[in-house]
């Protein structure tokens, strides 16, 4: 039987990241095609809602009658879980319009993102130095992204310390994104997620200073089922 294109995203996220060392730039580059190939209905979501129109609250009920999520039903940021191990973690953010994922880090994590539908802000910043030695994080940073994405987009890929690992989503239409994460978030490994304010510098164009805050009281993330096709892990394989 074929796989489903998220099946085979799995296998090859699960081949790659959990290997032996690190990966090399042709193997995430390969994930990064897989990526690519991949729709809102590949992850059980109909970006328009043809068939039905689901409600406005995801929590509740935010599917129509094929079994698919409603792209344009969500009041608040939504997270679709779809898998997560020790390696690495699949999962959608649907951000509906005007609606903002505040600046945040990935830290020591390398992220593929695929903008599935929709068109959105990206605010994207490296560390240039920075200060860790106080309470809070704070330190200089280039701005490496500052531009509109709008689907279709190439996926993106962000490292430890290139490609834009501390960014910003701002949503100017209903959008989602999908993401690949290795490896995950893990407060107990010391990855957690750090929100940043960046306060320009206006005699040097293009670098903000970046200072950690606490999480953006305002910011609600609400969950959702994943109604895509089933994966089969590699726990699944040998029956764990």
């Given at each position: 039987?074929?796989?489903?294109?998220?099946?085979?995203?799995?296998?090859?996220?699960?081949?790659?990241?959990?290997?032996?060392?690190?990966?090399?730039?042709?193997?995430?580059?390969?994930?990064?095609?897989?990526?690519?190939k991949i729709e809102a209905m590949d992850v059980g979501i109909d970006?328009?809602?043809?068939?039905?129109?689901?409600?406005?609250?995801?929590?509740?009920?935010?599917?129509?009658?094929?079994?698919?999520?409603?792209?344009?039903?969500?009041?608040?940021?939504?997270?679709?879980?779809?898998?997560?191990?020790?390696?690495?973690?699949?999962?959608?953010?649907?951000?509906?319009?005007?609606?903002?994922?505040?600046?945040?880090?990935?830290?020591?994590?390398?992220?593929?993102?695929?903008?599935?539908?929709?068109?959105?802000?990206?605010?994207?910043?490296?560390?240039?130095?920075?200060?860790?030695?106080?309470?809070?994080?704070?330190?200089?940073?280039?701005?490496?992204?500052?531009?509109?994405?709008?689907?279709?987009?190439?996926?993106?890929?962000?490292?430890?310390?290139?490609?834009?690992?501390?960014?910003?989503?701002?949503?100017?239409?209903?959008?989602?994104?999908?993401?690949?994460?290795?490896?995950?978030?893990?407060?107990?490994?010391?990855?957690?997620?750090?929100?940043?304010?960046?306060?320009?510098?206006?005699?040097?164009?293009?670098?903000?200073?970046?200072?950690?805050?606490?999480?953006?009281?305002?910011?609600?993330?609400?969950?959702?089922?994943?109604?895509?096709?089933?994966?089969?892990?590699?726990?699944?394989?040998?029956g764990v």
């Amino acid at each position: 039987m074929e796989r489903s294109k998220i099946q085979v995203l799995y296998d090859a996220s699960h081949a790659v990241f959990s290997q032996e060392g690190l990966p090399t730039f042709q193997q995430i580059d390969y994930v990064k095609n897989l990526l690519d190939k991949i729709e809102a209905m590949d992850v059980g979501i109909d970006e328009f809602g043809l068939c039905d129109s689901p409600t406005s609250d995801a929590t509740v009920d935010s599917s129509n009658s094929k079994g698919l999520l409603g792209g344009q039903g969500f009041s608040e940021i939504t997270y679709i879980h779809i898998h997560e191990c020790d390696y690495f973690s699949m999962g959608v953010f649907c951000i509906p319009a005007g609606k903002v994922f505040p600046l945040h880090d990935h830290p020591g994590m390398t992220v593929l993102s695929k903008l599935l539908y929709g068109s959105a802000y990206v605010k994207a910043y490296d560390w240039i130095a920075l200060d860790c030695a106080g309470s809070q994080t704070i330190g200089l940073a280039g701005r490496v992204v500052d531009e509109v994405f709008k689907a279709p987009h190439e996926p993106s890929i962000l490292f430890p310390r290139s490609g834009g690992n501390i960014h910003s989503f701002t949503a100017l239409t209903p959008c989602a994104i999908l993401d690949v994460l290795s490896p995950p978030y893990s407060e107990e490994f010391g990855r957690p997620s750090t929100y940043f304010s960046d306060i320009p510098i206006p005699s040097l164009n293009g670098y903000a200073i970046l200072e950690e805050k606490p999480m953006p009281s305002d910011l609600v993330v609400q969950g959702a089922p994943y109604l895509g096709p089933s994966i089969v892990t590699v726990d699944d394989y040998v029956g764990v």
